[in-house]
């Protein structure tokens, strides 16, 4: 079982729609990132969420962080074939001291022309 | 450019095999994880490193050792491969322990144990 869930596992839409990608989970953490993998390469950085709450934009992606910070949401507007990619959740607990963080199994956006 | 390389890209290896995938960056970072990436399952941590000189088991640690000798290096050890060890590997650092800061991942080993 994964600490964070995400879902849909599969999303394919046509470009100029709307999406959004869900990210849950049961334990509260301290802060939530987003990443973006595409095939043969490794995940790169979106966007850190820290606050209960928080909104935050990176152009046609919105990402939000849940008031009790256990679920995020990252939304995208008018989708692009560029946005085509894996979509990884990763969140850092408040329990662990070590701080290491736990990725969901990911989210797969397929954006056709 | 400034990142982590790993090496080799991509591996055939025959069970009970020895194997070191190699991890190095030249950001300076404190911190360094090795994940393994598996369909349906994401990533999932096998060991990581706080600072030169420690490290510590993660979520899958069993068939595979670590070392962190100094600040820019993080070999991951398969002793004797096994099939199950099919995967894909991906090396990762952060700035400091916590990874508030994001996380720098390299590029991956795909390696096939046959």
């Known amino acids: 079982t994964q600490l964070l869930e995400q879902s849909p596992q599969f999303l394919s839409i046509q470009e100029g729609e709307n999406l959004t990608v869900y990210c849950n989970s049961l334990?509260?953490?301290?802060?939530l990132q987003w990443y973006r993998q595409e095939p043969g390469e490794g995940p790169v950085l979106l966007v850190t969420v820290v606050t209960g709450g928080e909104v935050k934009k990176l152009k046609r992606l919105t990402f939000q962080f849940g008031d009790a910070r256990k679920d995020s949401s990252l939304h995208i507007t008018a989708a692009q074939p560029g946005d085509t990619g894996l979509y990884l959740c990763?969140?850092?607990?408040?329990?662990?001291?070590?701080?290491?963080?736990?990725f969901g199994a990911g989210t797969q956006v397929v954006v056709t022309p | 450019i400034a990142g982590i390389t790993q090496a080799p890209t991509s591996q055939i290896l025959a069970a009970g095999r020895r194997m070191t995938l190699r991890c190095t960056q030249d950001m300076r970072h404190n911190a360094m994880y090795w994940y393994r990436q598996d369909l349906g399952l994401g990533l999932r941590l096998i060991h990581y490193s706080n600072t030169a000189g420690t490290t510590g088991k993660g979520e899958v640690p069993d068939g595979y050792s670590v070392s962190r000798a100094n600040t820019d290096d993080f070999p991951l050890t398969l002793a004797s491969a096994v099939p199950s060890q099919t995967s894909v590997y991906f090396c990762?650092?952060?700035?400091?322990?916590?990874?508030?800061?994001?996380?720098?991942f390299g590029s991956g080993t795909r390696l096939t144990v046959v």
């Open positions: 334990s509260v953490f301290s802060s």
């Open positions: 990763a969140g850092l607990q408040t329990t662990d001291s070590w701080g290491k963080l736990q």
């Open positions: 990762a650092s952060s700035v400091v322990q916590g990874g508030s800061y994001g996380y720098t």
